[in-house]
């Protein structure tokens, strides 16, 4: 047979199809065996990852039934449920306590002693308070209740043009609106004029902020800064911080003036918005000590934030322009315990005669709930003022299904229809007003950094409640059968809603 025999030929083909087959397949299973080693790697780290979150969950739980249902997960769905940990479950601020302490927080009750800015009665007669706060009551202040968008703004505006030496410009939602730009038009003329304006704004709650509106500020001389700017969500090490947000609204002017409350700068916040309507919010402006206090939160947030230490001015003496006593208590993530639903439960249960409440949210905590519901079985007048419009739908409907469990106790839950409630005010007695960026919900007392301020003065409580009482004739009073009437179909999706309480 010759060379071009044909059969010839064609076995010499097979054969080497025959071998080009067993190459491929032999590629082919190195290709499945590298694989194979990667998804091995990658299952066997998911785990490892999944055993250090349980250990952690199991070392610092705050409620047993989440602690289960987190561990579960973990065990059955690591894959699902790790990334969700990572932003939702792990919490640590240990960074942000380091901070507090090289800033001296521990010694400023010492510090406010040796000024002779503590007002001790106040401070023996509300210990619980001042020891959450980590600062006694301090007197010399005085201070004006700032009733919704129009006075707020007008206010804050006047002060930043007056400002000589420092703008301290914080808020949760910055809008790049009307209401965002004319504020940034304030901040960046003082700017020009060679006053600090130091402006922080957080990453989640000002998401839409547009980079020219930031640029703008930067041009013009304004030292601008994220939250999480040197904390990003995905870093590779620490938690992710997404879940953990700064829901502090404050205002401080040359360390003589402060501005705490419920507005964000956003068009809405002034009435400017077709669905909400009228925005009913509160705001305070105080001025002396507690102003100083105000600023003090804010170098932390600044110095955790952006790397950068504030240097503060030498006082030997801090003005006293007033005659009332002010608490300023900063609460958030990185506090030891859950000092803020301290606060709160601690005001319930001293309540004697009246506590009123007024918040955009109720979504509480057990303790919480037993506090309210304690207080208005042994005869307190329990009110709490809630919006009947609806700005998140998955907390309005947890928000029914809690305003059912406590009208059935006996607190008395009302309505507010005359536009959207926002407001952030507590008023216990004849004793003791709270006003700040706390809401009643698992959030503002566990998860968000917040900033509240305590009044014990008869002048600001009799204006508080002037101002509520006009509130609560705004607003109609949930009758006890309410939830009940609701279709079948609401009533799920409320209570479904009401499951996802610890990160509403």
Known sequence: ??????????????????????????????????????????????????????????????????????????????????????????????????????????????????????????????????????????????????????????????????????????????????????????????????????????????????????????????????????????????????????????VVIDFRTAFVGGHNVADQYVGRDRWFGHWRDTHVKVEGPAAVACALSFVEDWLWASGERIDLPQVRDIPMPGDESVLVMPTGPADKLEECAIAFVEAAARAKERLWITTPYLVPSLDVQTALAAAAMRGVDVRILLPEKRDHWTVWLATHAYEDTLVQRGVKVYRYTDGFLHQKVTLLDNDLVSIGTVNFDNRSFQINFELTLWFTHERMIHNVESMLETDFENARLTWPDAFRSRSYVFRVFAQGARLLSPIL
């Open 1 to 250: 047979m010759g060379q071009d025999d044909p059969t010839l030929a064609k076995d010499s083909a097979d054969a080497q199809a025959v071998i080009q087959d067993a190459v491929t397949d032999v590629g082919i299973l190195d290709m499945m065996a590298n694989n194979l080693g990667l998804v091995a790697a990658f299952v066997a780290l998911m785990y490892l990852t999944a055993i250090i979150c349980a250990i952690r969950e199991v070392m610092n739980s705050t409620t047993s039934q989440g602690s289960v249902a987190w561990l579960l997960s973990l065990f059955f769905l690591p894959y699902l449920t790790v990334p969700l940990y990572f932003v939702f479950g792990w919490r640590s601020f240990s960074d942000y306590a380091k901070i507090q302490a090289s800033l001296g927080r521990a010694e400023r009750a010492r510090r406010a002693d040796e000024l002779g800015l503590t007002d001790h009665e106040e401070t023996r007669d509300w210990p619980v308070l001042t020891r959450v706060a980590g600062v006694p009551f301090l007197a010399g202040n005085t201070s004006e209740l700032l009733i919704d968008g129009d006075a707020t703004f007008s206010a804050i505006k006047d002060a930043i043009a007056a400002a000589q030496s420092s703008i301290f410009f914080q808020f949760f939602a910055i809008h790049d609106d009307k209401l965002g730009r004319e504020m940034a038009d304030a901040l960046i003329s003082r700017a020009k004029d060679g006053v600090r304006v130091q402006f922080l704004y957080d990453d989640v709650g000002s998401h839409s902020l547009s980079r020219s509106f930031l640029k703008r500020l930067k041009d013009a001389g304004v030292e601008v800064c994220g939250f999480n700017e040197n904390h990003k969500f995905l870093r590779l090490l620490g938690p992710m911080r997404l879940n953990y947000r700064n829901h502090r609204k404050l």
